[in-house]
């Protein structure tokens, strides 16, 4: 059983950054996609960002060139840079990861990492 541990939330005011990462207990070299998901206030759950194995990313509209998903297979661990944010970020966001190895293939869950955005 991975465990995927998610670091870097924090307060910041609207404008601001902050970088996410999710650690997995095990290595990534096999992962199918890894991504960051966020939950709001009103309970609304939406995915954020996704990365392949092969390094692809989607993003959903609304942080389309203000975050940017990355990866780093030494480390074990999957950023989300995020810049410019607003109100709207605010969220627990979590990371979700996915791997070759698991059959059948689930879906593997962080705890959460809380993002608040006020002034």
């Known amino acids: 059983q991975v465990q995927l541990v998610e670091s870097g939330g924090g307060s910041v005011q609207p404008g601001g950054s902050l970088r996410l990462s999710c650690t997995a207990s095990?290595?990534?070299?096999?992962?199918?996609?890894m991504g960051w998901y966020r939950r709001d206030a009103t309970n609304q759950r939406e995915w954020v960002a996704v990365?392949?194995?092969?390094?692809?990313?989607k993003y959903i509209d609304a942080v389309k060139g203000r975050f940017t998903i990355s990866r780093d297979t030494v480390k074990n661990t999957i950023y989300l840079q995020m810049n410019s944010l607003n109100p709207e970020g605010a969220a627990v966001y979590f990371c979700k990861a996915n791997f070759l190895e698991d059959v059948p293939i689930r879906d593997h869950w962080g705890q959460g990492t809380q993002v608040t955005v006020s002034s």
């Open positions: 990365i392949t194995h092969g390094g692809q990313t």
């Open positions: 095990k290595s990534i070299a096999s992962f199918i996609t």
